[in-house]
Each structure stands twice: as structure tokens, then as C-alpha cells.
């Protein structure tokens, strides 16, 4: 089972609303999910993204993939920790 984490759209017409979602690869855009995990706004100023970073984190440990999109929200919501400095080889 491939699963992705990607945006599946909700609002009304030309007032877009994002639920980031876990899903099937193969399910459409707004068809069946698996998981809510968290929504993005993008109209209102600024723009909101709420996260449940626990559960994020835990279907990326799952080898769910993120799209660019919800991966750069994700991002934005703290879910990925900076990578630590590679340590120094000796000369």
C-alpha cells in the first residue's frame, strides 16, 4: 500500500480550503483517505496551517511521502527538525 500525504480540497467556489490528508497514491484528489492530519487556509492573512505533528510524524515513519506542496507546509509547521550539522572529518 503506497500511501502519500497531500492536500484534498473543501470550501466553496473561489474560497479554497486544504485538508492535509493521508491517502492512497492511487485515490483521487478528493476521493477516499485514510487520515486527516491537519488544514490549510490559504486566503486568510497570513496564511494558516495547523498540523498534528505527532501523527505526521508517525506516517512518515511509516514511508507515507508528502507532496512539495504539504511537504513546504510541513516544513512551516515544524514537523521536520533541521538537519544536524554533519561532523567535521579530520584533515
Known amino acids: ?9 473543501v470550501g466553496r ?3 479554497p480550503e486544504f485538508r492535509i490528508v ?8 478528493d476521493g ?3 487520515e486527516t492530519i491537519g488544514h490549510y487556509r490559504p486566503r ?4 494558516v496551517v ?4 505527532e501523527r505526521a510524524r508517525s506516517w ?3 514511508g507515507a511521502l508528502p507532496t ?3 511537504r513546504s507546509l510541513l516544513k512551516q509547521a515544524g514537523v521536520f527538525k533541521p538537519a544536524a550539522p554533519a561532523p567535521a572529518e579530520p584533515a
Not at 44 to 47: F, I, M, R, T
Open 1 to 9: 500500500m503506497a500511501t502519500r500525504i497531500r492536500l484534498r480540497r
Open 60 to 62: 512518515l515513519a511509516k
Open 44 to 47: 486568510e492573512q497570513p496564511a
Open 68 to 70: 512539495e506542496t504539504v
Open 50 to 53: 495547523q498540523v498534528d505533528a
Open 22 to 29: 493521508v491517502a492512497e497514491s492511487t485515490s483521487p484528489r
Open 32 to 34: 477516499r483517505f485514510i
Open 13 to 15: 467556489k473561489k474560497q
